[in-house]
């Protein structure tokens, strides 16, 4: 077996060992979150403000950052973007002739 062959199967078996133990994770998490909501919110209210005090930002599921109040490292901190509005609904409304 060539160098190369032994690192594309450690590279493979590395890849199919993290997505199986992202399958298990995500299991557990959702069942943790049906079961038990208000544990869920708890732990995942800690696991927010431990990260926002190392500097790291939370994306949501459009893939934006989060931003709180009290966050210094979130983009746009004094601009008023509602929740339901994304920079691609910016660019969609300046290109029909409308308000962003």
Same mark, same amino acid.
């Given at each position: 077996? =060539?160098?190369?062959?032994? +690192? !594309?199967? !450690?590279?493979?078996?590395?890849?199919?060992?993290?997505?199986?133990?992202?399958?298990?994770?995500?299991?557990?998490?959702?069942?943790?979150?049906?079961? *038990?909501?208000?544990?869920?919110?708890?732990?995942? &209210?800690?696991?927010?403000?431990? /990260?926002?005090?190392? #500097?790291?930002?939370?994306? &949501?599921?459009? @893939?934006? !950052?989060?931003? =709180? /109040? &009290?966050? =210094?490292?979130?983009? *746009?901190? #004094? $601009?008023?973007?509602?929740? @339901?509005? !994304? @920079? $691609? /609904? *910016?660019?969609?409304? +300046?290109?029909? @002739? #409308?308000?962003?």
């Amino acid at each position: 077996m =060539t160098d190369l062959d032994r +690192r !594309t199967k !450690t590279a493979i078996n590395q890849a199919i060992h993290y997505r199986n133990y992202r399958r298990v994770r995500d299991r557990a998490l959702r069942r943790l979150g049906q079961e *038990n909501p208000e544990r869920y919110r708890e732990l995942l &209210d800690e696991e927010r403000a431990r /990260d926002e005090a190392e #500097g790291k930002a939370w994306l &949501d599921l459009s @893939g934006r !950052t989060m931003a =709180t /109040d &009290d966050s =210094t490292n979130a983009p *746009n901190r #004094g $601009s008023k973007v509602s929740l @339901g509005q !994304t @920079g $691609s /609904d *910016n660019l969609k409304a +300046r290109k029909l @002739g #409308g308000e962003a």
